[in-house]
């Protein structure tokens, strides 16, 4: 459980609170994911023209038989940009090794640049997750999720690898505010080897004095109170609370959370990892759920997966 701080600084910063009349500027996931998708249906557009009908190519693997909502925006996303996406659903009873072949025969096609494996895996046999993720061809894992490209990442070589598609997106929804990461403190709430882990090194590589808070932390309002950026990815609904945050702060939240709600058909509703009401009296800016990092992440792959083709067709003329 994350520890609460004193009394003392709750005094503290309602007293901040009262005497900010300004709501948040929202960023939003949605506006900004369809300028990202209308770039990058320009981008495809001119690889066909140059490259004789070329399409980038993607593949979802799946690990069951149900629809899913995720994949279907995936899809759909790819569709539109003109990428040709390809489902390909092994059942539950898909041993490990039918699931490695799958990736390798994938990793061995040349007409596909892009290959997710959906997480989790519902298989009916033990799968070891980090060896199916870490067998998908570095040059192909549009998820950032292999240890090649992480080693990248972490190292700082960020022109060199693929990033992981949420905190990319995070980074771009921080771009949209017109504020500088350098020189900021950052406080990433999380450290998932998909979100926390890779948002701390992103922002650190764009020159950002970086904490990161996590279910051991003691103090975690006083540290979200010296945030000028806050990304927040604990998995927890409504765990930040607006009286912890600095004022002006840029806030973006990454959780997905549903809590009961009898007005709604479905008898709940969609909430992040912030109380949105409260921090919307005191930050600067910030990223509703949903609407916010959810398209982001959607976007960001679409563009590992342009970006994965453009590489393909520079070592082609390469080799030629």
């Known amino acids: 459980m994350f520890s609460l701080a004193s009394r003392s600084l709750r005094l503290s910063v309602a007293g901040c609170q009262a005497s900010r009349c300004s709501l948040a500027t929202v960023i939003s996931g949605s506006k900004t994911s369809k300028l990202v998708r209308e770039r990058l249906k320009n981008d495809v557009e001119k690889m066909r023209n140059q490259f004789s009908g070329f399409r980038p190519g993607l593949v979802v693997l799946q690990v069951r038989h149900d629809s899913n909502l995720y994949i279907s925006s995936k899809l759909k ?3 539109e940009i003109g990428i040709e996406a390809k489902h390909i659903r092994l059942p539950s009873s898909a041993t490990q090794e039918e699931v490695l072949q799958s990736v390798m025969a994938v990793n061995q096609n040349p007409a596909v640049h892009g290959l997710i494996v ?3 895996l519902d298989s009916a046999h033990k799968m070891d997750t980090d060896l199916i993720t870490n067998t998908v061809s570095s040059d192909k ?3 950032g999720l292999s240890c090649i490209n992480a080693g990248k990442l972490s190292r700082g070589d960020l022109s060199d690898c693929f990033i992981p598609c949420t905190p990319n997106g995070c980074m771009e929804l921080i771009r949209q505010t017109g504020v500088s990461v350098a020189g900021k403190h950052a ?3 999380g450290r998932s080897k998909i979100v926390g882990a890779p948002m701390r090194d992103l922002l650190l590589w764009r020159h950002a004095t970086v904490t990161t808070c996590h279910s051991k932390t003691q103090d975690l309002p006083e540290q979200v109170g010296r945030a000028d950026i806050l990304v927040v990815g ?4 409504e765990m930040v609370r607006g009286e912890w945050l600095k004022v002006g702060a840029v806030v973006i939240d990454c959780g997905i959370n549903h809590l009961p709600d009898e007005t709604k058909a479905s008898g709940k509703r969609v909430v992040g990892d912030v109380h949105y009401a409260s921090a919307n009296q005191r930050a600067g800016f910030l990223t509703p759920v949903p609407g916010g990092v959810g398209p982001m992440t959607v976007a960001m792959l679409m563009e590992n997966t342009v970006q994965s083709a453009q590489r393909f067709l520079l070592r082609s003329q390469s080799l030629r």
Request: without cysteine; proline residues 6%.
């Open 77 to 79: 996303a790819a569709a």
């Open 118 to 120: 959906q997480l989790p």
């Open 141 to 143: 894992d549009v998820d």
């Open 187 to 189: 406080v990433v709430i």
């Open 234 to 237: 604990a998995g927890r609904a």
